[in-house]
């Protein structure tokens, strides 16, 4: 979906440069000083408008989020959700995931949330599938070992894929679920695109994977 122009984006992203940080490279190694304590770390890529990342800094206040979105005019949102509700625990990166080696550390982060990614469905495009084996590899080197990726999507094609690579990769699928919303777990926090969907009747699949 085209996202409407917002030319107030820069200055806005500017002024509120504590919550959507500049230069982030530059914290690589140092997450913990950057939230002023040493509470696990959790990064969304793909935070979209907020809802998911700002739901789960309020449900788990002891956890710090990072939210990675490319679209500047979609992570003006997010940063307004987190402005106005003064949430501490979240910092947002206006950055493409393509090279996340290059803003965290080894091993500085615990578990990797990937909503509603963008299936990339035509073969000759696989490579750019955020579960794709050299997105992997990535992720395995800025998580601990145990440390821990759940995936959220509609897309059954994206869903079936993800397992297979996770399995070839030599993770252990902790959960497959096939009808995530059958469930009522209390604790899923929905993100925008999952209230959408799931209105429209489609079925949410889950999958958490460790390594």
């Given at each position: 979906m085209r996202q409407r122009y917002k030319p107030w984006a820069d200055d806005y992203?500017?002024?509120?440069?504590?919550?959507?940080?500049?230069?982030?490279?530059?914290?690589?190694?140092?997450?913990?000083?950057v939230f002023g304590n040493d509470n696990p770390i959790h990064v969304e890529i793909g935070s979209?408008?907020?809802?998911f990342i700002t739901g789960m800094a309020k449900q788990?206040?002891?956890?710090?989020?990072?939210?990675?979105?490319?679209?500047?005019?979609?992570?003006?949102?997010?940063?307004?959700?987190?402005?106005?509700e003064g949430l501490d625990n979240i910092r947002l990166l206006n950055e493409d995931?393509?090279?996340?080696?290059?803003?965290?550390?080894?091993?500085?982060?615990e578990q990797i949330y990937l909503n509603f990614s963008d299936p990339w469905p035509k073969n000759r495009h696989e490579k750019r599938r955020l579960t794709y084996k050299s997105f992997l590899e990535q992720y395995?080197?800025?998580?601990?070992?145990?440390?821990?990726?759940?995936?959220?999507t509609d897309n059954r094609g994206l869903f079936e894929y993800s397992l297979v690579s996770f399995s070839e990769y030599g993770m252990k699928l902790v959960?497959?679920?096939l009808d995530l919303h059958a469930i009522e777990d209390e604790t899923n926090v929905?993100?925008?695109?999952?209230?959408?969907?799931?209105?429209?009747?489609?079925?949410?699949?889950?999958?958490?994977?460790?390594?």
């Open positions: 992203l500017k002024e509120k440069n504590h919550i959507a940080l500049e230069n982030p490279d530059l914290n690589k190694g140092k997450w913990n000083s979209g408008k907020g809802q788990y206040p002891n956890i710090n989020f990072v939210g990675i979105e490319v679209a500047k005019s979609i992570i003006v949102s997010t940063v307004q959700k987190v402005d106005e995931a393509n090279d996340i080696r290059s803003l965290f550390a080894d091993n500085e982060i395995q080197d800025i998580l601990p070992n145990e440390g821990q990726i759940v995936l959220k959960e497959v679920n929905k993100t925008e695109y999952e209230e959408k969907f799931s209105s429209k009747g489609h079925v949410i699949y889950r999958c958490k994977a460790k390594f």
